[in-house]
């Protein structure tokens, strides 16, 4: 079986209450440290765009961000934390 096979119940099985919890506060922390780094650039040239378009007064500037991470590095934090429940 190739890894691209692999399914989350093979790798990692049931995940407990607490490790659920490690793992949104994990994933929290990255998107903070994401957003810290990189939100600036971004707005910068939003707000450019936006004033180079010649808005009127009332339009809205409408802003998104998308995170995308693989389940390979929710596999990744799982395996860490449950390797820290050895030590």
């Known amino acids: 079986m190739?890894?691209?096979e692999l399914r989350w119940e093979e790798v990692v099985g049931e995940?407990?209450?607490?490790e659920l919890e490690e793992l949104v506060?994990?994933?929290?922390?990255?998107f903070k440290d994401i957003v810290f780094m990189?939100?600036?650039p971004?707005?910068?040239k939003k707000v450019q765009?936006?004033?180079k378009g010649n808005p009127y007064i009332n339009d809205y500037v409408v802003i998104t961000w998308k995170m995308v991470f693989v389940i390979n590095?929710?596999?990744q934090?799982?395996?860490?934390?449950?390797?820290?429940?050895f030590t």
């Open 42 to 44: 971004t707005l910068r």
């Open 77 to 85: 934090i799982i395996g860490r934390i449950r390797r820290k429940g």
């Open 38 to 40: 990189k939100l600036e």
């Open 25 to 30: 506060g994990e994933l929290s922390e990255r």
């Open 49 to 51: 765009e936006v004033i």
């Open 15 to 18: 995940l407990s209450e607490e």
């Open 2 to 4: 190739s890894e691209e």
């Open 73 to 75: 590095d929710l596999v």
